[in-house]
């Protein structure tokens, strides 16, 4: 693969993050449906990217993942109408009157915070640091515990960026998940992808991938359903979204975690032209993207 390819598979994961959010995000909260996705008007993206974005930067100024940079960075641009969960806004308040991180993340969640936040988030990691993967499972971690401690929460976040990671590099299928599941901490998780084989060994209805993977905000409800979306519908980022969207539930962040898959297997050039149009930040993500592709070439 030349650079080129590359540092076009960057962009197409981080852009391809927020369209996934910002084109989910209307349809969030709903039930199941055949929902499909509408581009005519300005897109704008919620607390998952803003997050993305945020982390990014960070990672671009420090040349490394400093959870203590992550959470200061998350607290300077948050913008708290992007629809940020009551516990993140609590976590990152408490952080900002000057109580130590691993205090307030306690206080707010006593045994930490497994929702999807970490994961739906994580993605510049992946990329960043997607030639080692001990590293990039540290880094994982690192970008996590300013939210989320628990370790289902983390889990979620080591599979997510270590998919786009192994996407980046063109692993995908069985390849991909024999990879994940050799590196998979939880029994939770393992259980979640021996269900993900056996629904892509055969046709799945929706409704079962919504009740066997789930369609929710917990890690264990989203992560492996985003992935199952990807490598099921994968080839086409129209129908990877259309597919996330019309399970209902957390569409966004589904969407999001999915979307950074599918733009790093397709790149740039896989997504849509007339939804990128439309992408608020476009020009700014699209910066970050060469960065980190210009960062993760120097490290």
Do not use: W
Not at 159 to 175: F, N, P, W
Request: proline letters at 5%.
């Amino acid at each position: 693969m030349n650079k080129a390819e590359l540092r076009s598979r960057f962009r197409g994961s981080l852009l391809g993050l927020a369209l996934g959010d910002s084109l989910g995000a209307p349809f969030e909260g709903l039930p199941p449906g055949d929902y499909r996705f509408n581009c005519s008007k300005p897109l704008y993206y919620t607390d998952d990217t803003e997050m993305m974005i945020n982390l990014a930067e960070s990672i671009i100024e420090q040349r490394d993942v400093l959870p203590e940079k992550v959470a200061e960075a998350f607290i300077r641009n948050l913008n708290p109408y992007r629809g940020y969960g009551p516990g993140t806004l609590s976590v990152l308040a408490l952080i900002q009157k000057g109580i130590p991180m691993e205090q307030a993340t306690r206080m707010v969640f006593p045994n930490g915070s497994y929702g999807n936040g970490a994961a739906m988030r994580v993605a510049p990691v992946g990329l960043v640091f997607y030639r080692d993967t001990k590293q990039l499972l540290e880094a994982s971690e690192k970008a996590s515990i300013p939210t989320h401690t628990h370790p289902l929460g983390i889990e979620g976040a080591r599979i997510v960026a270590l998919s786009v990671g192994l996407v980046l590099q063109g692993t995908e299928g069985d390849s991909l998940i024999s990879i994940l599941e050799r590196n998979i901490k939880t029994e939770d998780f393992r259980r979640k992808f021996k269900l993900l084989k056996e629904l892509l060994s055969k046709d799945t209805s929706k409704n079962e991938v919504i009740e066997r993977l789930g369609n929710g905000v917990l890690a264990t409800e989203s992560v492996v359903t985003s992935l199952y979306a990807f490598l099921r519908y994968g080839n086409s980022f129209e129908e990877t979204i259309n597919f996330c969207i019309s399970l209902g539930g957390d569409t966004d962040t589904i969407g999001a975690m999915a979307a950074a898959l599918t733009g790093a297997s397709l790149s740039l050039e896989g997504l849509p032209p007339h939804c990128l149009n439309r992408l608020e930040d476009y020009e700014r993500i699209l910066t970050l993207a060469d960065r980190l592709f210009v960062l993760a070439e120097d490290l």
